[in-house]
């Protein structure tokens, strides 16, 4: 996907696949529309009175021959009654309209006339970084394992209209969304892989490979020789190495499976030498069966998803890298299957994490937990600036916020302030959830420091108040994306979530 700026005062001059537009539902149309409306004589106005082109907003209408442009076609999109100032989700709702109307035509390139919008306290930077994101999103299909792939979004180049502001700003968000995306599109590919084939080594090998392509693209742009090449250093502990630094809760997750367990770590540097980096945590179970508490059959196969947040992280370092930004980002994956066996860990077993604290494990389906504790007590060495966790933890989450929002904790009220507003901009919203000292006791047990359930009331935060258990010496957050990071029925894929509220948060750290 080809995303360009063009500005012109003669749209009805443009050659182009299809030219789209931005039609208010009553007021007067002004600019490049009063231009393209002339051009056809009043095609546009026409349409507008008869109703052909309903006044909802994102309804489109699609003309297939329109005399008196050089475009091929004209794309109409209805911009509602509220005309201008828009909210971000009415953009975006646009946005996905339009797209969908381009790909449903087999549009390969269009131009879009954008300044006839204005969304409510965004600027265009704002408008075009989410355009080129929601096109890089659009583009995702999947194809590992279908012999006759649907076939892909249509849209190959777009080229963009928005109005007289700075090029070069504009350029830069453009170059933001698309990069975005790619992470995104990074994420959900990893997610939806079928769990025979995206394993812990599976994961690891990826990482691998997103340090080599970061090695050529970074020689490349540095035009020098040797070490200058990539940012990413990759390093993956197999279980000897876990064992070693005592990581038996993420073992005991382990014991049931002959998959080989993984720790993952990726090591961005784009800042100076010492600056304290940002840790990204992602629980990376890439088959949930529950283990010795094994879950019921249906929809056992969205347990595939349980690696998530280890996608996230991978899609995230992989926007990183995309736009080298200036500071230093550690990526940590606890990458592991969930499966009773003989070897399995059963329910009473207590194991001695990294952290040297007991953990009684009452419930073998509680394991997102135990193999991030492990990893955030290993987060530590990096001296870190701030640690987030990405997981599918809990059931209870989707129970609390549904589909729509992603539960956050912290330990800081301030750094979870930075995520919610980083999730509003992108699109990709979080909500913070308690995470008080009241709930702390439903963890107690009477054979261990503690238990790895807190029962059935508050789940989600019982789980969080787990972790925090584990994260005292730094700033810490906690995301529980069991809601967010893939969609069922029809729509069955993962989302990539929380792929732009992580990005969105590095750009801000990054200035
Ligand atoms: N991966 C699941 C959480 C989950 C369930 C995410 C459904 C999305 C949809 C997690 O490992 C799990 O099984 N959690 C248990 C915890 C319980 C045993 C305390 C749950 O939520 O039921
Ligand atoms: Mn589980
Ligand atoms: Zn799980």
């Known amino acids: 996907m080809q995303i360009t700026l063009k500005t012109t005062d003669r749209p009805e001059q443009l050659r182009s696949g299809c030219l789209v537009l931005g ?15 002339k051009a056809t004589g009043g095609l546009v106005t026409q349409l507008r009175e008869r109703g052909d082109l309903e006044t909802a907003l994102g309804k489109t209408l699609m003309l297939p021959v329109p005399a008196g442009l050089k475009a091929e076609r004209l794309l109409l999109i209805s911009l509602g009654e509220q005309e201008h100032a828009c909210s971000d989700a009415d953009f975006r709702k646009l946005v996905q ?3 969908s109307a381009l790909g449903d035509a087999r549009v390969a390139d269009a131009h879009w006339l954008l300044p006839e919008l204005t969304v409510a306290d965004r600027d265009p930077a704002w408008q075009l970084q989410q355009l080129a994101t929601l096109c890089v999103q659009k583009s995702y299909s999947y194809t590992a394992t279908v012999s006759k792939p649907k076939p892909a979004f249509s849209l190959r180049k777009l080229s963009i209209d928005a109005g007289a502001t700075s090029a070069s700003a504009l350029r830069a968000a453009i170059q933001r ?10 994420a959900r590919r990893l997610g939806d892989l079928p769990p025979n084939i995206c394993t812990p080594s599976l994961l690891a090998k990826e990482a691998r490979s997103l340090a080599r392509a970061g090695a050529r693209s970074g020689t490349a742009k540095a035009g020098t020789k040797g070490r200058a090449g990539s ?6 502990l197999d279980e000897k190495a876990m064992k070693e630094l005592g990581m038996g809760a993420l073992l005991a997750v382990a014991a049931g499976t002959a998959e080989p367990a993984r720790l993952i770590v990726m090591e961005y540097s784009g800042g100076k030498r010492g600056q304290q980096p940002q840790v990204l945590v992602g629980k990376g179970i890439t088959f949930d069966s529950g283990g010795i508490s094994i879950k019921p059959g249906p929809k056992m196969d969205e347990m595939k998803f349980d690696m998530c947040g280890a996608a996230s992280v991978i899609g995230t370092m992989t926007t990183v890298l995309e736009l080298q930004l200036p500071i230093n980002v550690v990526g940590i994956i606890a990458a592991t299957e969930n499966l009773p066996s003989g070897t399995a860990t059963k329910p009473g077993d207590v194991v001695t994490s990294m952290s040297g604290q007991t953990i009684e494990i009452l419930n073998t389906d509680a394991e997102g937990r135990l193999v991030l504790c492990d990893a955030l007590t290993y987060a530590s060495r990096f001296k870190p600036a701030a640690v987030i966790d990405i997981a599918t933890l809990t059931g209870a989450c989707v129970v609390a916020l549904g589909k729509h929002a992603s539960g956050l904790y912290s330990n800081q009220d301030d750094f979870a302030q930075e995520l919610l507003e980083a999730g509003q901009r992108a699109g990709d919203r979080a909500w913070q959830m308690p995470l008080w000292d009241d709930y702390q006791k439903q963890l107690d047990s009477n054979f261990a420091d503690m238990a790895n359930i807190g029962g059935p009331s508050g789940g989600s935060i019982t789980a969080a108040c787990f972790l925090a258990r584990f994260t005292r010496d730094y700033r810490w957050a906690h995301l529980d994306i069991a809601g967010t990071a893939w969609d069922e029925g029809a729509a069955k894929g993962a989302t990539g979530r929380p792929v732009a509220l992580l990005s969105e948060y590095l750009l801000a750290k990054a200035g």
């Open 23 to 37: 039609v208010p539902a009553r007021s007067a149309l002004t600019g490049t529309a009063a231009a393209v409306d």
């Open 97 to 99: 309209a339009t797209l």
């Open 177 to 186: 969304g698309v990069a975005i995306g790619n992470g995104i599109n990074a």
């Open 231 to 236: 940012k990413l250093k990759v390093s993956v």
